[in-house]
């Protein structure tokens, strides 16, 4: 089955400041990658996805980045703010719409 | 954050009780989930269901079980069997797929479950 691996696991930036996650896969036949950010408490919201019909997709200051040949994707958060600290999820899907998560990156943004 | 809701927030178990989590959702999606989320650990799969009267095993199904008998309504029930069950439950929803097509999973508001 679908293994995803997610690095870091912590990450600290100066609010202003980039932040990158980054995940591998390993089933080639996944075909849809999300992100989800999750609050403390709250429930795990999409923010973006991407199909491996395209390398890149951006939403304001949020993008997600693909790259099937080396089964990795990246999430790019730019201009960072105090409201994006949260913990962030990427997943991939196997077959029967289920998803594998990876573990999660905590993301502290420092103002 | 209607849509999918689940019941209760917080819930106390003694060791050796079974407990039963409610998830219902009014999307008229066809597809629901239960997932467990620990500390440090992405969310697993539990047990899933394409259709009413269906379900199907996930990644650690054992000590958990569920019904399918509402289109609206997925509950789960932890067993005694279930080792280590103080964890955050989360229920999802989407419409059914088939193959390795895709629709987005909408959470509910999960229930945190703790052994005493």
């Known amino acids: 089955g679908e293994n995803v691996e997610q690095h870091p696991s912590t990450l600290s930036v100066q609010e202003g400041d980039s932040a990158v996650i980054k995940c591998t896969y390993s089933d080639s036949a996944s075909n849809y990658f999300p992100w989800y950010k999750q609050e403390l408490g709250k429930r795990p919201q999409l923010i973006i996805d991407?199909?491996?019909?395209?390398g890149e997709k951006k939403d304001q200051r949020i993008a997600v980045t693909l790259n099937k040949t080396a089964k990795h994707f990246s999430l790019h958060i730019t201009e960072t703010q105090p409201e994006d600290s949260a913990v962030y999820f990427c997943a991939a899907n196997e077959y029967g719409n289920k998803l594998v998560f990876g573990a999660g990156t905590i993301l502290r943004v420092k103002s | 954050d209607g849509g999918i809701t689940q019941s209760p927030k917080y819930l106390f178990r003694k060791e050796g009780q079974n407990v039963t989590l409610s998830c219902e959702q009014n999307?008229?999606?066809?597809?629901m989930y239960w997932y467990r989320q620990d500390p440090g650990q992405g969310l697993r799969l539990i047990y899933y269901?394409?259709?009413?009267?269906?379900?199907q095993k996930g990644d650690i199904a054992e000590g958990y079980s569920v019904s399918r008998e509402k289109k609206e309504s997925f509950p789960l029930t932890v067993t005694s069997a279930q080792k280590n069950p103080t964890a955050f439950y989360l229920c999802?929803?989407?419409?059914?797929?088939?193959?390795?097509?895709?629709?987005?999973?909408?959470f509910g508001p999960g229930t945190r479950l703790t052994v005493l």
């Open positions: 269901s394409q259709i009413v009267n269906d379900f």
């Open positions: 999307l008229n999606h066809d597809a």
């Open positions: 991407i199909r491996s019909n395209v």
């Open positions: 999802a929803s989407s419409l059914r797929t088939s193959g390795r097509a895709y629709n987005e999973q909408f």
